[in-house]
Every structure is written in C-alpha cells, then in structure tokens.
C-alpha cells in the first residue's frame, strides 16, 4: 500500500511516461496481466490506457490488473492508469519517500 507521498512522488515520475499498453475490446485477460507483470519487474512503474470500445472504465482495468499482477494503482485520469510495483531485487526507481 502507497501511502499519499509515495503515491505523489510516482505520479510526477510517471506524468513523462508514454502508454506500453492498450486495454482493447478483449479486456483483462491472463496473457495480457502476465505481460504486464513482466514490465512492471523491468520497469516497477508504467502507464496503461483502456481504449474506447472495451468496455472497461479505467478504474476498473486498473484494479482488475493490479489484482492479478500484485501491483499498486498509483492514479487514474480519464482512460490512462498508472501502476508501480517494486522489485526488491533490482529497484529501478531509487528516492521514494519511506512510509511511517
């Protein structure tokens, strides 16, 4: 669980991030969350967008994917998301504020 500044600290790191995926009008499946699980141990934070013929709010891709991937949603705008999850063994995002 982030707390409100880690959450703040991704989001401004994020904001110069481009979209790697693409929810499409086949939803969340399997082979999709284990591809993002394997970006999320390379990259620990990146950006989604769920297109408009998906049938999915943003919301709720982002919490569907962050379910099966064990990941954090850190913001959701409009159709993009935002998910981090960290990788104790190789971190790739150093200076994140501590939690209390």
Known sequence: MLTSKQRAYLRGIASTYDTIY???KSGVTDAMCS??????RKREL???????????TAREAA??????????????????????????KEPVIENIPKAK
């Not at 990146?46 to 999915?56: A, E, H, P």
């Not at 919490?63 to 998910?83: C, M, P, Y």
Request: proline residues 0%; negative net charge.
């Open 22 to 24: 693409q929810v499409g």
């Open 63 to 88: 919490d569907a994917i962050a379910e099966k991937t064990g990941a954090d949603v850190v913001q959701v705008i409009g159709s993009k998301f935002v998910l981090f999850k960290r990788n104790e």
């Open 35 to 40: 591809d993002i699980a394997e970006a999320l």
């Open 46 to 56: 990146i950006k989604l967008k769920v297109l408009d013929n998906s049938g999915w």
